[in-house]
């Protein structure tokens, strides 16, 4: 084999291994260029997770937030309205007990001495006591001495025992609500019997009965005005 014989093997090697170099360069480049392309992807998705999380978590927080002032508002509408009925029963409340005043008044004292009868048997019959004491206003005095002797004598024949012995009580009730005595103690008529040792005590006034009378009716009044209770 001749020099030229020789040159030409060994360019064709260096070809050869040129080519050879230049494939494997190919498959590192295009390999490399896979690997950053997925792990780009890989970064890319990740980030778009979070993105997503820290969107869904502050979604959230929006709603919560968007459901806290709702419920907030509604209680406070709600806390309205209960005010606003509270107010009108409070109202009726207030406009029957001025109507009570009417009961007592001169141009009624037949009925309302009456009343005091009644109130006075209702006492004792509830008392069941011998001796009492009995406590009016003063205004009304007159009255409930008047009725007094029948009230005792129809006491005796319906609980079917001696006739009881009842002081008139030398203090008496608060006088009837008025302009000049608006914030004081007052008292719209009735009577107050007590044992005479003050353990048991019937309170029959007018102001009290309306009392009892309205919160028994509650429930009723308030159903009559705004029909279905506010859960």
């Known amino acids: 084999m001749n020099d030229t014989d020789v040159s030409k ?26 690997e950053f392309n997925i792990e780009k992807l890989q970064l890319v998705e990740a980030e778009k997770k979070k993105i997503r999380q820290e969107f869904e978590r502050k979604e959230k927080q929006v709603d919560v937030r968007k459901k806290i002032e709702y419920s907030m508002q509604l209680n406070a509408s709600r806390i309205k309205v209960l005010q606003a009925q509270d107010d009108l029963v409070s109202s009726m409340k207030e406009a029957a ?27 004792l019959l509830r008392l069941k006591e011998p001796s009492v004491l ?9 009255l409930v001495e008047d009725v007094l002797d029948a009230a005792k004598e129809e006491y ?10 009842i002081i008139v009580d030398h203090i008496h009730l608060p006088p009837a609500p008025s302009h000049h005595n608006a914030h004081g103690p007052s008292c719209s008529g009735g009577v107050v019997l007590a044992s005479r040792d003050g353990k048991i005590v ?29 859960a």
């Open 9 to 34: 093997q060994i360019q064709q090697m260096v070809r050869f291994i040129r080519q050879e170099a230049e494939e494997k360069a190919n498959e590192i480049s295009v390999s490399a260029e896979e």
């Open 156 to 165: 005796a024949e319906k609980a079917m025992v001696h006739s009881p012995e």
């Open 202 to 230: 019937c309170e029959n006034t007018l102001d009290a009965r309306l009392e009892v009378v309205f919160r028994k009716k509650l429930p009723e009044i308030r159903k009559c005005l705004f029909g279905q209770v506010i």
């Open 97 to 123: 007990a001025k109507e009570l005043l009417h009961v007592s008044h001169h141009h009624n004292h037949h009925i309302y001495k009456k009343l005091l009868h009644d109130l006075i048997v209702q006492s």
């Open 134 to 142: 009995l406590r009016c206003r003063k205004d009304d005095v007159h």
